[in-house]
């Protein structure tokens, strides 16, 4: 395993869409597991591969010790709304208000290649939806609603 480079703000890596995964090969699994590595470095709950130059549909969350290896995710259902506070560790620094589903049901691949069908709501809908936004050249702050000022930094939200 090995710590990949992040890309951060203006990089266009993020700013692409990503190619879905059309076989699971030895060079995805070492994919994956770097990828794991280098959001657990970062502390992040979330990061998708365009966030470190890979322009793949794949994702790792980490969400209430519950690690998720997502490969061409999709969001087949949703539902509700909320809007809370997030941040991203492509965009060090910054949180900004986000309204999101409050549920949403996910479609993916497992590193097996099995299908597999997540549920998430609150912090862990958010999750999915702001790291398959990823995948569409799609940051936060394209969404935010406001973004949170220097006082509120210290709220509680979690890097993706
Ligand atoms: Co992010």
Excluded: W
Excluded at 32 to 57: C, N, S
Excluded at 64 to 82: A, H, M, R
Excluded at 114 to 138: K, M, N, P, Q, Y
């Amino acid at each position: 395993m090995a710590l990949r480079k992040l890309r951060y703000e203006s990089d266009e890596a993020l700013r692409k869409v990503a190619k879905p995964v059309k076989e699971i090969t030895e060079s995805i699994q070492v994919l994956l597991d770097d990828m794991v590595e280098t959001m657990r470095h970062k502390e992040g709950v979330g990061l998708a591969a365009p966030q470190v130059g890979v322009l793949r549909r794949v994702v790792v969350i980490e969400y209430k010790d519950t690690l998720y290896e997502l490969i061409n995710p999709e969001i087949i259902e949703s539902s509700g709304s909320q809007k809370k506070s997030e941040g991203c560790l492509s965009l060090p620094g910054k949180s900004g208000i986000v309204e999101r589903p409050e549920y949403v049901k996910v479609k993916a691949l497992n590193r097996l290649g099995e299908e597999i069908v997540i549920e998430g709501t609150e912090s862990l809908a958010r999750i999915f939806c702001h790291e398959l936004d990823h995948l569409d050249g799609i940051l936060y702050t394209d969404k935010a609603i406001s973004m949170d000022d220097d006082e509120n930094y210290e709220d509680d939200y979690e890097d993706e």
